[in-house]
């Protein structure tokens, strides 16, 4: 499976927009763990890895950024998020780094499992060869 972008509702009022977000009709995977990335200074990459199994999807709150996925064969897809009514959908086994972070910009990272150290693949090689392995 790919990276792919989820619209959620938007419903429009006068007083302000609201979004929402439920499993399992918007969300394909239950939901075990939410973060937040924000105050990321000018010029800072967040990311720079994959997770073995955790599917994610993160959606910018506010402000806009980038998240630059890196395939196996070194070609690249870039989305830019600057809309909280959608959010990117990472699978597991997608190599991600985010950039160009605007002033203010708040991420949100909805995961599918619990933190766990052992998850995550940090070197680019080691992502390849589990691949690889497959």
């Known amino acids: 499976m790919k990276p792919y972008i989820i619209n959620f509702p938007k419903i429009q009022d006068p007083r302000g927009n609201l979004t929402f977000l439920q499993h399992s009709n918007q969300i394909p995977f239950e939901i075990k763990r939410c973060f937040w990335t924000y105050d990321v200074p000018g010029g800072e990459i967040r990311g720079g890895h994959a997770y073995k199994?955790?599917?994610?999807?993160?959606?910018?709150?506010?402000?806009?950024?980038?998240?630059?996925?890196?395939?196996?064969?070194?070609?690249?897809?870039?989305?830019?998020?600057?809309?909280?009514?959608?959010?990117?959908?990472?699978?597991?086994?997608?190599?991600?780094?985010?950039?160009?972070?605007?002033?203010?910009?708040?991420?949100?990272?909805?995961?599918?499992?619990?933190f766990s150290r052992e998850d995550y693949i940090r070197e680019f090689e080691d992502f390849k060869n589990v691949i690889d392995a497959e």
């Open 53 to 114: 199994n955790q599917k994610e999807i993160i959606i910018a709150l506010s402000g806009s950024f980038d998240v630059v996925i890196t395939n196996l064969d070194g070609s690249i897809e870039k989305y830019s998020l600057n809309r909280s009514h959608y959010g990117l959908y990472l699978p597991a086994k997608t190599w991600r780094h985010i950039e160009n972070f605007s002033t203010n910009s708040l991420a949100l990272h909805v995961s599918s499992e619990f």
